[in-house]
């Protein structure tokens, strides 16, 4: 069985700093050792120095869409790509949605996903559905995900026609998940109020990106995440809230959690760190960072650092859904309603949050918890991922917190020919990822392989039950 000890670094956790030596067999964490004791000096096997660096838990990004068809084309991205670049960037677990087509099972949404990733994967990955259509036969189908693993699946009060739930469905959803451990996801914006401000908006000739934003109201966000709380509240079920944006929307799950109610918030870098100054960017260039929910203006970021610090928003995932601007965000050059929605992250995610330690947003085992242990927590993934602790999975990373780095297209790995953070300059930097004992990127240097990737199938929300 293959040995390893990482010495003489600094290991962070959501709950712990300490100097200590990690000791590792067969892809799984043995212990925890004083440093130079004699159960690490004598640890047989490979020695990794960590001396001056952190040794952090892999990350966990529970929001991604590989592959995601979309408005006529695809997320850029594959399983291979995209978590090859989720390596690169010291995330080792991804959680994926796998959707169920309209008139189709929840079985064969899931066994399509299944065949995209399996044997592609440079790190590990587990799915949650998105439920297109909810009857009382996919209902029934939620029971068996459950006991399969996919315990979690997002339902939309947007796009219309496409993903949009309707209130009862909604609440049925949530009432299956209410008894049988499932968690309900939920894209909160009101998409039939928002298609009415996009025909006006059309027809008044606004077509540039900037419009994304605007008709994408907060209060449109607020009133959806307000009225998916009561319907949860009616059902008697827990809730994840994903991509919140708004103040407003934080204000009501901030409400929620004082209430008592189980009510999980998930915000994204792009709202953290980017606003509607970039839809503005002129010569079509906002159209790079279109996502829904949009953008905001900057003053709403204070409230999802302050969420961050406070609870009140639990989780940092990507929503990693890449489009080329060449030939797929250029589909809406003359109608800002048929850009792709989604945007490229899942690489950045880790630096741009240690970013945030070194601005004083957040501290440092705060940046564990909410990119790591939480949200292996909330999909039933702890502590196998997000810490690092005996019988944990051996999915470490080296991070320099000295390093510094601009973050660009020329050199980034995910399969998209921009940046949202291009030029963006960064204190920090994965060395070294480990995942299940396996060296993936090497200092620097990438020697993983597709197909290292297992399936994680999950346990429920260790949260809300
Ligand atoms: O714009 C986004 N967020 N695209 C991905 C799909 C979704 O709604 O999460
Ligand atoms: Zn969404
Ligand atoms: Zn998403």
């Not at 529970?62 to 592959?67: D, V, W, Y």
């Not at 980034?412 to 993936?440: P, Q």
């Amino acid at each position: 069985m293959s040995r390893t000890v990482i010495h003489g670094g600094l290991v962070v956790t959501a709950s712990d700093e300490i100097h200590a030596d990690v000791l590792i067999e067969g892809g799984r964490v043995i212990a925890l050792a004083a440093h130079g004791s004699d159960v690490a000096e004598g640890w047989t096997g490979r020695r990794i120095d960590a001396s001056g660096k952190y040794v952090i838990p892999g990350g966990v990004d529970a929001h991604t869409h590989m592959e995601m068809p979309f408005g006529g084309t695809y997320a850029s991205d594959t399983f291979e790509t995209g978590t090859l670049a989720a390596a690169w960037g010291g995330t080792t677990t991804i959680v994926d949605f796998a959707i169920q087509s309209k008139g189709g099972s929840l079985k064969a949404g899931l066994d399509a996903w299944h065949e995209k990733a399996e044997g592609k994967c440079a790190i590990d990955y587990g799915f949650h559905m998105i439920m297109s259509d909810v009857n009382a036969s996919s209902l029934k189908e939620m029971d068996q995900l459950v006991s399969a693993g996919v315990t979690s699946f997002k339902l939309f009060t947007a796009y219309p026609g496409v993903f949009l739930s309707d209130d009862g469905q909604i609440l049925r959803a949530m009432q299956q998940a209410g008894s049988n451990g499932g968690l309900v996801m939920t894209h909160a914006e009101n998409g039939l109020a928002i298609d009415v401000l996009v025909e006006q908006a059309l027809a008044r000739g606004e077509r540039d990106p900037r419009y994304h934003g605007e008709v994408r109201k907060a209060l449109l966000e607020a009133e959806a995440t307000h009225r998916v709380i009561k319907l949860s509240q009616v059902a008697g079920a827990p809730l994840y809230v994903v991509h919140v944006s708004a103040e407003e929307a934080v204000a009501e799950i901030a409400r929620a959690r004082d209430e008592g109610h189980p009510v999980f918030g998930e915000t994204c870098p792009q709202y953290l760190f980017l606003s509607t100054d970039n839809l503005a960017e002129p010569g079509f260039e906002g159209a790079k960072y279109v996502c829904s929910t949009p953008l905001r203006p900057k003053e709403h970021q204070a409230a999802l650092w302050r969420g961050l610090r406070t609870n009140d928003l639990q989780v940092v995932s990507t929503d990693h859904c890449p489009f080329c601007f060449n030939g797929q965000k250029e589909m809406g050059r003359d109608d800002f309603s048929k850009i792709p929605n989604g945007m490229p992250g899942v690489e950045n995610r880790m630096d741009l949050l240690h970013q945030a330690v070194v601005d004083g947003h957040i501290g440092l085992r705060r940046w564990i918890e909410i990119a790591c242990a939480t949200p292996a927590r909330m999909f039933g993934l702890y502590p196998k991922k997000g810490t690092i602790a005996p019988g944990s999975d051996a999915d470490i990373v080296l991070y320099d917190p000295h390093a510094e780095q601009t973050i660009s297209a020329a050199t980034h790995h995910m399969n998209v020919d921009y940046s949202a953070y291009e030029g963006k300059r960064l204190t920090g930097r994965v060395e070294t990822v480990i995942s299940r004992g396996v060296t993936v990127i090497d200092n620097h240097a990438y020697v993983g392989h597709a197909g290292h990737g297992t399936y994680l199938p999950r346990g429920i929300c260790q949260f809300a039950h």
